[in-house]
């Protein structure tokens, strides 16, 4: 078979998955993300839950020992396996995982594979059935029943996994369908290009300001508009306000966590509501649970709000705290007191935007096909194209109008 070749996130849901069913508990932590001693939930089953797979590990005790049957879709056990052992693969790779590092974006770890194989597993993620989905949360990366130490309840719930181990995760991901349209008003071709030649956005935004001004035209994409339509009618009002906000057009220079921008948002009133310092948290807590609970930028989300257990978090010491969605407010609250917002890479078309606006500036023509497919293809010819990521961050003419698009996501600080 195939070698495995996977992101360290993606190795973290393995990770995840041996650790919990070798120590058979995790803790519940604070806001601060600080364990709490007296919250914990022990584990009985971990699920893997696929469209054309579906296993089931259960805990038990043997003389004293922890072990785990694994069972199949028709209750049959098909391999008993040592908590010990579970832990001690947990902990061979966690040390792979710690030692990928720099620009090594996706590592092998060959017996990992081997042993995760053996357990039916075809990949190191989950990839979770759509009646899986509808039933623990779409975004949910393993389903755990578990008892609670709170009311010795059991319940079979769906975590989200955040790992640490690698970039600190995201909560909202930008795409090529996320993001706000701007028009660039007393622009012309020339002015286009020197907006372009330069490189950060900051200094691009600055330099619209400086000579131009921007106006606000809508959401990229019908999608998203609808989406966050549904969190407030006024929604991209908000957010599109407080992502040239970070990006320095309202002459702050703010820090990009949520409670800031927040702020910000209170100052500028950009909907002038009467109560700014309670309506602008109060919205952007409900488009970060709305993230949380199924909101995406591509797919048509109906509202619904499906509350799965909550997150699971990784982090760089390899220990597994966990922090429930017990209620939309404490959530909420706890999800925009530890969320930023984040400038993604804005892909190749900005940088195939930056080559055209150096070679009009210098020597006032287009580029070469040749300098084209140097910037567009992945060995500069022909074949693999660059990705276009968030595609975003350059200007560009329509009409005879000239234009924007800023995009963002929030990641977890």
């Known amino acids: 078979m195939a070698v495995w070749e996977f992101n360290r996130g993606e190795w973290t849901e393995a990770y995840v998955f041996l650790r919990l069913l070798g120590e058979g508990r995790i803790y519940g932590a604070s806001a601060e993300l600080v364990r709490d001693e007296k919250t914990y939930i022990d584990i009985v089953n971990v699920i893997r839950a696929e469209p054309n797979a579906y296993a089931r590990f259960e805990r038990f005790i043997d003389n004293e020992i922890a072990k785990v049957k694994a069972f199949d ?9 040592t908590a010990p052992e579970l832990n001690e693969k947990a902990s061979f790779l966690y040390n792979q995982i710690m030692a990928s590092s720099g620009g090594k974006r996706k590592l092998k770890v060959p017996a990992i594979q081997e042993y995760l194989e053996e357990l039916r597993f075809s990949n190191p993620k989950a990839n979770l059935s759509d009646e899986a989905k509808q039933a623990y949360g779409a975004k949910a990366d393993i389903i755990i029943t578990a008892q609670n130490s709170l009311d010795n309840s059991t319940s079979t719930e769906g975590f989200s996994v955040k790992s640490h181990l690698g970039s600190n995760p995201t909560l909202f ?43 606000y035209v809508g959401c990229r994409n019908a999608v998203f508009e609808q989406n966050i339509g549904i969190v407030d009618s006024r929604m991209d009002e908000i957010l599109n306000v407080a992502i040239l906000a970070v990006n320095g057009y309202y002459n702050h220079d703010i820090s990009t966590d949520l409670p800031t921008v927040c702020d910000t948002l209170t100052t500028l009133n950009p909907i002038k509501r009467a109560n700014p310092n309670e309506f602008y948290s109060a919205k952007i807590k409900d488009f970060l649970f709305a993230s949380f609970a199924g909101l995406t930028a591509s797919t048509p989300w109906s509202g619904r709000k499906k509350l799965t257990g909550g997150y699971i978090d990784v982090g760089q010491s390899g220990e597994l705290l966990y922090y429930r969605a017990i209620s939309d407010d404490i959530f909420a609250n706890y999800l925009f007191q530890n969320t930023k917002i984040d400038m993604p890479d804005r892909g190749v078309c900005k940088a195939l935007a930056l080559e055209r606006a150096k070679m009009y500036l210098s020597e006032n023509r287009n580029l070469t096909k040749a300098e084209e497919n140097a910037v567009i293809f992945a060995n500069g010819i022909s074949g693999k194209k660059n990705s276009k990521k968030g595609d975003f961050g350059y200007a560009f003419e329509k009409d005879k109008e000239f234009f924007i698009t800023l995009n963002f996501q929030i990641r977890f600080r």
């Open 73 to 81: 879709k028709d209750d049959v056990i098909f391999k008993v396996i």
């Open 173 to 215: 991901n930008c795409s090529q369908t996320s993001g706000f349209v701007y028009r660039i008003i007393g622009c012309n071709l020339e002015g286009m290009h020197r907006i372009n030649a330069l490189n950060s956005l900051k200094a691009m935004i600055a330099a619209i300001k400086k000579d131009y001004s921007l106006e």
